[in-house]
């Protein structure tokens, strides 16, 4: 069963910081790699997707990084707003669609 | 556009009580259903998947069940609640065929009591 960890767990930064957030999983037949974003209290909202034949994707400020052979991921966030504060979750997917999610990372961006 | 809808948003329940959360899905067809968990201190589960009608696997043994009626309708269900069900409860769906990015509902927040 696939397990993923999230490092650092909380992260505090001042506004226009360059951010760089660590997923990483134990099972290397990985079928993708899924950040999510989620407000409290809130559902999750679907950043970036990464297939397991990718390196990487950008969205905006945002990119994120697979490395299956070393199992890692990394989600790199240009330039921090306020807005960002949230919490930051990577999902390993499987076949069928079944997502492994990390514990997240707690992200806080004043101003 | 595709929509997902969950309700309640929130539900306070005695111990012992039933549960019937409910999740619907517009604007497609066929569509992967899902059922995840969150609780305190703890990351996201995958509690049970459905990838037509009636078709029901579970990740983890528990006290909840799934069904799905209707092609676009989830739901979660138990006879008798324990303190350990409290959580937020995510139903999220992807398209049934070449689909990978899972999209979630607002969630339930249940406190068992």
């Known amino acids: 069963k696939q397990e993923v960890t999230q490092i650092p767990a909380a992260l505090s930064v001042p506004e226009g910081e360059n951010l760089v957030l660590n997923c990483s999983f134990t099972d290397s037949a990985i079928y993708n790699l899924q950040w999510f974003r989620q407000d409290p209290g809130k559902g999750l909202t679907s950043l970036l997707l990464?297939?397991?034949?990718?390196r990487e994707q950008t969205s905006g400020r945002l990119n994120a990084s697979l490395d299956k052979s070393s199992g890692r991921s990394t989600l790199y966030i240009a330039a921090s707003q306020p807005g960002d504060s949230a919490t930051y979750l990577c999902?390993?997917?499987?076949?069928?669609?079944?997502?492994?999610f990390g514990r997240g990372t707690q992200l806080t961006v004043w101003p | 556009s595709q929509t997902i809808h969950q309700w309640p948003a929130t539900l306070v329940q005695p111990v012992g009580s039933p549960l019937s959360l409910e999740c619907t899905v517009e604007g497609t067809s066929n569509p992967n259903l899902y059922w995840y968990r969150q609780a305190a201190g703890r990351g996201l589960q995958l509690l049970f998947y459905?990838?037509?009608?009636?078709?029901i696997s579970s990740e983890v043994p528990q006290n909840l069940s799934a069904s799905r009626p209707q092609d676009r309708q989830f739901i979660l269900s138990s006879k008798k609640l324990l303190l350990s069900d409290s959580g937020f409860y995510l139903c999220a769906w992807r398209l049934g065929q070449g689909g990978n990015i899972q999209y979630f509902g607002a969630g339930t927040r249940l406190s068992v009591l």
């Open positions: 999902a390993g997917g499987s076949t069928l669609g079944r997502l492994y």
């Open positions: 459905s990838v037509g009608i009636g078709q």
């Open positions: 990464i297939q397991s034949s990718q």
